[in-house]
């Protein structure tokens, strides 16, 4: 699994307010992703990073925002939470050694919205 | 259009039975990846692909640049086998990957 942990596991919060997810990894790995997973939807990135403070927009970035400031914390930050927002997160680093890239998720976190 | 498509969506089968899954994309691509997703949730990364073909245990998958499609193989499959299979690839010089919406994968004792 890469060492990667992502917390909390589980969160149950209210719209407007501010949440904030980790994903943590163990292995100094470069690349770090989040995602998104949707009934009836692909795992649709969100933001990623590609180095200590280097981060890019995915497909689904608007009302999220990221922050890298270490290699092994990946933080994503749900300004002000909307209903829309509940979903299921996955963290991911992609690996790769002699020319074979390995990705490795999180066990996900699950958000829900009220 | 998604640019990763899979078919099935859902597949039910006996165990015993050979399955395949099928992926088909659009754009170019330096690795194709097939992922596994238990019910649960956790995501496993099964294969990745640039050409031909991997084995690994009863799972097989082949890769056919020319025509965009890679198939995913089961063989002898059996109830631990259901899960949903993932299909993602990364384009041609591009930090990101593209996922499919997966197909879920039944497998009855």
Request: aromatic share 0%; glycine share 16%; charged share 30%.
């Given at each position: 699994d890469a060492g990667i942990t992502q917390s909390p596991r589980h969160k149950v919060t209210e719209t407007g307010t501010p949440v904030t997810l980790r994903c943590h990894q163990t292995?100094?790995?470069r690349y770090m992703y989040w995602y998104r997973q949707d009934p009836g939807?692909?795992?649709?990135?969100i933001h990623y990073s590609y180095g200590v403070k280097d981060t890019d927009k995915g497909?689904?970035?608007?009302?999220y925002s990221v922050s890298r400031s270490k290699t092994e914390d990946f933080l994503l930050t749900l300004e002000s939470a909307t209903s829309s927002q509940t979903s299921v997160y996955f963290c991911a680093i992609s690996s790769r050694l002699a020319g074979v890239e390995t990705q490795y998720f999180g066990p996900g976190t699950r958000l829900l919205v009220l | 259009k998604n640019e990763v498509e899979q078919s099935p969506q859902n597949l039910t089968a006996q165990e015993g039975e050979f399955i395949t899954i099928n992926c088909s994309y659009s754009v170019g691509i330096s690795a194709l990846h097939w992922l596994q997703q238990h019910p649960g949730g956790g995501i496993v990364s099964l294969f990745m692909l640039s050409s031909g073909k991997k084995k690994h245990g009863r799972l097989i998958a082949t890769i056919n640049i020319q025509e965009k499609h890679s198939s995913l193989h089961i063989t002898a499959s059996h109830p631990r086998d259901s899960a949903v299979y993932i299909c993602a690839v990364r384009p041609n010089r591009d930090d990101k990957i593209i996922f499919g919406k997966g197909t879920r994968l039944h497998i009855l004792p």
């Open positions: 292995e100094n790995h939807h692909g795992l649709r990135l497909e689904v970035s608007d009302g | -």
